[in-house]
């Protein structure tokens, strides 16, 4: 497992694996100004492979395989991690971002269609 610990990165792994989570839509948090995202990684796709925000939202990203172990870097900063296999538990990556356009991949070598695993982080003035 690596960590790239930044100081804008806090990363966990959830030792229980999370069953039946009820829904991948956004949740936001407005008192503490906090996205949860919960992404669903399976070969070969991000589900959502599009997350918009606001700018000054901070974003917890929470991933969770439903096939092999897979890696989640945010393109031009210093997160990058491995995540476990299904049912193996959730990682959880937290990124407050300046206003832009992040790209995030696959960085885990999965499959032949590895090189397509990737989405976006939109975040809106
Ligand atoms: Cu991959």
């Given at each position: 497992m690596r960590y790239a610990l930044g100081s804008f990165l806090l990363v966990t792994i959830v030792a229980a694996a999370v069953v039946?989570?009820?829904?991948?839509l956004p949740v936001a948090d407005a008192a503490q100004g906090t996205q949860v995202v919960e992404i669903t990684a399976e070969r070969f796709a991000f589900t959502p492979s599009e997350i918009r925000v606001k700018a000054g939202t901070r974003i917890e990203l929470r991933l969770r395989s439903e096939d092999t172990a897979h890696g989640f870097h945010i393109v031009g900063t210093d997160i990058d991690i491995e995540f476990p296999k299904r049912g193996r538990g959730v990682a959880t990556v937290v990124f407050e971002p300046k206003p832009g356009r992040y790209t995030f991949e696959c960085?885990?070598?999965?499959?032949?269609?590895?090189?397509?695993m990737r989405g976006a982080i939109i975040v809106s003035e």
């Amino acid at each position: 497992m690596r960590y790239a610990l930044g100081s804008f990165l806090l990363v966990t792994i959830v030792a229980a694996a999370v069953v039946g989570i009820p829904a991948l839509l956004p949740v936001a948090d407005a008192a503490q100004g906090t996205q949860v995202v919960e992404i669903t990684a399976e070969r070969f796709a991000f589900t959502p492979s599009e997350i918009r925000v606001k700018a000054g939202t901070r974003i917890e990203l929470r991933l969770r395989s439903e096939d092999t172990a897979h890696g989640f870097h945010i393109v031009g900063t210093d997160i990058d991690i491995e995540f476990p296999k299904r049912g193996r538990g959730v990682a959880t990556v937290v990124f407050e971002p300046k206003p832009g356009r992040y790209t995030f991949e696959c960085s885990q070598l999965c499959g032949a269609g590895h090189s397509f695993m990737r989405g976006a982080i939109i975040v809106s003035e």
